[in-house]
């Protein structure tokens, strides 16, 4: 599985903004899907995580209200729209795929990631 992250950009604290990753290869849609981001002075956190049907989600507080995760598997694409962002948000925020596990906030049970997009919020 190939993951393609892309729609990061400069905007100013209060913009909205949404993430695109796209899947390709043997895509599995039972895999969780998440985002997760990483600055230079943190490790790589937990942002976003849906289950294969998306029907369910989940977000830690830091974004939870603000940020909406979805999926379209008949695309094989994952999607974050990033509201009422601010300047804590900046971040290379990264989409990881990876069989269902209860531990899906933690990296290292992702098998797949993408490469990685910039998301730069001015205030």
């Known amino acids: 599985v190939q993951l393609q992250a892309f729609g990061g950009g400069l905007v100013q604290a209060g913009d909205s903004l949404r993430l695109t990753c796209a899947a390709s290869?043997?895509?599995?849609?039972?895999?969780?899907m998440a985002w997760f981001r990483q600055t230079q002075e943190k490790e790589r956190e937990f942002v976003a995580a849906i289950n294969g049907g998306g029907s369910m989600a989940d977000y830690p507080d830091s974004v939870k209200g603000r940020f909406i995760i979805s999926r379209d598997n008949a695309k094989n694409t994952l999607y974050l729209q990033m509201n009422s962002l601010k300047a804590e948000d900046t971040a290379v925020y990264y989409c990881?795929?990876?069989?269902?596990?209860?531990?899906?906030?933690?990296?290292?049970?992702?098998?797949?990631w993408g490469q990685g997009t910039l998301v730069t919020v001015s205030s």
């Open positions: 290869g043997r895509t599995d849609n039972t895999y969780i």
């Open positions: 990881a795929a990876g069989p269902s596990d209860w531990r899906y906030r933690r990296q290292q049970y992702y098998r797949y």
